[in-house]
């Protein structure tokens, strides 16, 4: 166990938190298994319906972190089985469950992914399908008899469903039952995630009082942005930075972040306490740090965390070499074509745009390059000639040589 005493550790694990159900309780349980030596177990629950883990995910791994650090046990229940029924949270319409085949493949990816933050020595790794197949229709019954269809409408997103007549499936009140019948099987005394899942959290821990079983603590923590500076991080969105993505890729995304979301990655990611951040806020509006070189800074940490500082050191000299100095990348992808070439085609074709539209505008922006030079700008370019081993530039970011064939 930790050499710190329960109330260390209380003041400790509440750092940070947006939610915590009861703070009183968590200290009684912190408390208890200081006397009996016995861990908590802090349950994390994932469905894999994207293979991914990005920074979003990050932010409660880092407090899972936290526990095991302090002794505890974390219990990461991947929902293989919840899954295929889709979780509503947040959702204005129902979520398409996945298949079996996909939600196995996803699953996979899930633990090489998490020991990037997590103990695997501290950490037990659980499928819910387990339990939750073997339920027959008369244990779905008895479970759904403990609460009332007006406690599932507390539910904002189901109030508000309801309230504008959009469709709620009764699969949908299943889900919420399901995770909470998670929490009684692990017999869970905490359960953590983002600010969204607190209504199952809460389901949970009523479930588990009416099954006789010690509440479990509801804890939640702050969603990050995403990219986009709006919108929480999600691989759907496309504005995520996930945990695997290379090392130039992972520094370009933070580098792309908005102004105004730096503090929050600082913050959430445990790189600068409050203070710190509220320093660094204050220097950029007084014009001492440009939030370039703050953001510059803010990228190199969490590379020197994900990967190593060796690699942190690299892609900050490359993206200055690219960006600062307008060079171009020591690496890029190399292909061999045959001319002529359909410009607009060949840039959807290979993922620079994702239509013909985009591509256009682009061009018409003088954001497409042959090495240095802007290609000059018609409704159907074509390449009939090039130099062989041209860099082509896409926007800022994307490059490609060309080579002929």
Known sequence: MSTMNAREQFELLKEGVLDLITPDELLAKLEKSERTGIPLKIKYGADPSRPDIHLGHAVCF??????QNCGHQVIFVIGDFTARVGDPSGRSAVRPPLGQEEVAENARTYQRQVWKILDPEKTKVVYNAEWLEKLKLVDVVRLGAKFTVAQMLERQDFGNRFQKNVPIFLH??????????????????????????LFNFIVGRDLQRQMGQEPQICLTMPILEGTDGILKMSKSLGNDIGVLDSPGEMFGRIM???????GHY????????????????????????HP??????LAT??????????????SRDEFERVFGQKQTPS?????????PLDLLNFL???????????????????????DREPVPYSDRPVLNDIPDGVVLRVGRKKFMRLWRA
């Open 331 to 339: 690496q890029m992808p190399e292909l061999r074509i045959s001319l």
């Open 62 to 67: 880092l407090k899972m972190r936290e526990f």
């Open 172 to 197: 949908e009140f299943l889900y919420a039952l399901m995770v909470a019948y998670d929490s009684v099987v692990l017999e869970a005394d905490v359960e953590m995630g983002g600010h969204d899942q």
């Open 266 to 289: 600082y913050q959430y990611l445990n790189l600068a306490s409050p203070a710190e951040v509220a320093g660094i806020e204050q220097a950029m509006q007084e014009g001492r740090l």
């Open 348 to 370: 959807v074709e290979h993922g620079f745009c994702s239509s013909k539209t985009e591509a256009r505008r682009l061009l018409q922006q003088g954001g497409i390059h042959l």
């Open 301 to 314: 940490k969490i590379l020197s965390w994900l990967h190593s500082p060796a690699l942190a050191r690299q």
């Open 256 to 262: 792309s972040i908005p102004d105004h979301v730096m």
């Open 292 to 297: 370039r070189d703050a953001k510059m800074d």
